[in-house]
């Protein structure tokens, strides 16, 4: 099929920076709109949901995959991440991507590289002190693929709230000509967050891991009653936690505003329900956004 005077192909493997400007330039020349998908792969059907809305929306598709160091902790899961290139890469083609860049660590991080994007307030909130540094690596390579990609509209998944909120911010605090489109979190049938990570759970986590959309539904059911006690509501989503998943670490189970992460002061129209738990050395995230009806008079 012939668009402008680009021929649309097989999808293009770009593995260096080069390659990649090179393609999406001709596309851009061509008249296309540039949409951006960056993930780290072992890729899933949320992944495919953004390329899905990417592609609905006419753009040339360019994904990246890329497992970012810099976003990981030392005592984090860097090198036991999971790793599937050649399904990625199938899945991306299946999909209908039009680039997938997957840049080595030394292209993305050259020798002598000290340059880094760091967020503000919203990194302190939820994972933030969970995860020391890793929203400044998020902001950094988020900031270094747009401009390698130079997209007119970014896809980011609502799985990663904080990470959306942030790079929203970003993008207005640094003036950068893109687009943030936040997509819906995709779930398993039974209602887990659909994660890379989940990979990782053994069996018996994996059943388990529901304990923390229980947990969730647990605080949304309790705000919807008309419950205002944020208090009281953590304390039923611990113990929906401690309930369903003896072994679980919870890291945090939070009501925040959507926009800011300040704490929630209820009652209020909107809440983010947001928590973080660890199973085994694996740490899953889930949130669900709670529009609460004002009370009838
Ligand atoms: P990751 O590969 O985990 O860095 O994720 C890449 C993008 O996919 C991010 O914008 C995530 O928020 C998004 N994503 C990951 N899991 C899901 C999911 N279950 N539903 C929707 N988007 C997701």
Redesign the pocket.
């Known amino acids: 099929m012939a668009h402008g005077n680009v021929i649309l192909s097989a999808m293009l493997d770009a593995p260096t920076i080069a390659a990649a400007r090179k393609a999406i330039a001709a596309a851009r020349a061509a008249g296309r709109t540039i949409g951006f998908?960056?993930?780290?792969?072992?890729l899933?059907a949320?992944?495919v949901?953004?390329i899905d809305r990417c592609r609905a929306d006419g753009c040339f598709t360019v994904v990246s995959i890329f497992v970012n160091p810099t976003q990981f902790g030392p005592n984090e899961d860097l090198s036991r991440y999971p790793r599937t290139w050649e399904a990625d890469r199938a899945a991306c083609d299946r999909a209908g991507v039009d680039v997938v860049f997957a840049p080595t660590a030394e292209e993305m991080y050259p020798p002598g590289e000290q340059t880094r994007v760091r967020p503000g307030r919203l990194a302190d909130a939820l994972c933030g002190p969970f995860r020391p540094g890793h929203f400044e690596g998020v902001c950094t390579v988020v900031a270094k693929l747009f401009n390698i990609v130079l997209p007119d509209v970014a896809?980011?998944?609502?799985?990663?709230a904080q990470?959306?909120v942030i790079i929203r911010r970003m993008v207005n605090d640094l003036a950068m000509p893109v687009r943030i489109v936040t997509?819906?979190?995709?779930?398993d049938a039974d209602g887990l967050?659909?994660?890379?990570r989940n990979a990782l759970l053994t069996p018996a986590d994996r059943a388990q891991a529901l304990a923390l959309y229980r947990a969730l539904c647990t605080g949304r059911d309790a705000l919807l009653r008309g419950e205002t006690s944020v208090g009281r509501i953590i304390a039923a989503m611990r113990n929906a936690v401690v309930q369903n998943a003896g072994s679980a670490a919870i890291d945090y189970l939070s009501l925040v505003d959507p926009e800011t992460l300040e704490p929630a002061a209820l009652p209020c129209p909107r809440v983010l329900i947001a928590g973080a738990i660890r199973l085994g050395g694996v740490r899953l995230i889930d949130n669900l956004t709670v529009e609460i009806p004002s009370p009838t008079p």
């Open positions: 998908v960056p993930t780290m792969g072992a899933h949320g992944h949901s953004l896809y980011f998944g609502q799985k990663d990470q959306a997509c819906p979190l995709i779930r967050a659909l994660s890379s």
